[in-house]
């Protein structure tokens, strides 16, 4: 009965702390949201749990809880089996803190844009329905968010979709914003079109505004993702890459030119950004400690081992060439480039 209940406990406490927060929050809200469903009587409305334009600004959290509330069961399970698994590795490559900033960052800018989105509709077409009879909810915004994560770090890599349909990584989150499209087309603006927007802050915040987990050589942060293979033009079909790259260049020129981009010295032997985590100066460093460990494995290898005499001292080495056979020592994974190391080292006599 002990390994029995201390097992779930390891289990939970193996967990990062982020992801834990996140699935706790979505159980303990979602679980509430239905109790006070089932308590309530049918005009049941929880504006302090749930963002609804015309409230929400007396009830400013809603920005952040409302998505911790899936309205059914549904929504629930399958947000539980995609979160949880997709922010624990995120969380083990970004750390805990930029983990927490992504979600936070991600949830409440998407539900700002919505908010504003419906009162913009409210002023031009004047309907009250805009204010009161919209609902957003869920963690759509966070799921179109970490398939911009994976993006980002394993784009190659394919994926099985319910179990049958096989698909590249990077095609993920445009299936997902295509999705949306099409129920906000048919009339269901809410809450779909939080996908739309949570794509945009996601990639906005990993393009630009994420801190790395490295350093320049002057010492100072480097923040985003700044590799072509990342670059905004490449979410849509070559034939519309020519509007899309001069309106993302104007709309970069714009936002430079009134700072509202970070900015931090190029790591000389970084080049600048890189799209793997870590960066290519943590690569570096890697690859440096790799030679030097198989540079130190050379050397004891050549080293040459003393005979006993039968009196017990040592025998002298006999004499004639030695030639040690050059190494070579790959290393090849999949966040870590092949190093090779050769050495050729002869003695004569």
């Not at 104007?250 to 700072?259: G, I, L, M, R, S």
């Not at 440096?288 to 540079?295: D, E, I, Q, S």
């Not at 090849?332 to 092949?338: G, I, L, W």
Request: net charge neutral; with cysteine; aromatic share 12%.
């Amino acid at each position: 009965m002990a390994v029995l209940s201390l097992a779930p406990l390891q289990f939970v406490a193996s967990i990062p702390p982020t992801t834990r927060a996140v699935t706790a929050a979505t159980i303990v809200l979602s679980l509430l949201y239905y109790f006070l469903l089932w308590t309530g009587d049918e005009t049941f409305s929880a504006p302090y749990l749930v963002l609804v334009p015309g409230s929400s600004i007396f009830y400013p959290w809603t920005f952040l809880t409302s998505a911790f509330v899936e309205s059914t069961i549904f929504e629930l399970i399958f947000s539980l089996i995609v979160i949880p698994a997709s922010l624990r590795y995120l969380e083990r490559l970004w750390g805990s803190i930029e983990t927490a900033k992504f979600v936070v960052v991600t949830i409440v800018a998407s539900n700002i844009i919505a908010f504003v989105a419906n009162w913009l509709e409210y002023l031009l077409f004047r309907a009250p329905v805009f204010l009161y009879g919209h609902q957003y909810h869920g963690l759509m915004a966070l799921q179109i968010g970490v398939l911009v994560g994976f993006t980002q770090i394993i784009p190659e890599h394919q994926v099985q979709v319910m179990g049958f349909i096989k698909a590249r990584v990077k095609t993920l989150p445009m299936a997902y914003v295509t999705f949306s499209t099409v129920m906000c087309i048919i009339g269901f603006q809410v809450p779909f079109i939080i996908i739309q927007f949570g794509w945009l802050v996601s990639y906005i915040w990993l393009r630009f505004y994420k801190k790395n987990n490295v350093e320049t050589l002057s010492g100072g942060p480097v923040y985003g993702d700044r590799s072509e293979t990342f670059a905004f033009v490449n979410w849509f079909p070559p034939f519309i890459h020519v509007p899309i790259t001069i309106l993302s260049n104007t709309a970069y020129t714009v936002a430079n030119k009134f700072h509202l981009i970070p900015t931090g010295g190029s790591d000389v032997e970084a080049g600048g950004y890189s799209q793997l985590p870590g960066g290519a100066r943590a690569e570096a460093e890697r690859r440096r400690a790799m030679a030097l460990k198989a540079l130190d494995q050379r050397v004891a290898s050549a080293s040459p081992t003393p005979q006993r005499a039968s009196n017990g001292s040592a025998a002298p080495p006999r004499p004639g060439p030695s030639t040690a056979a050059p190494p070579v020592v790959s290393s090849t994974s999949n966040d870590e480039p092949s190093t090779d190391i050769t050495e050729n080292k002869s003695e004569s006599r």
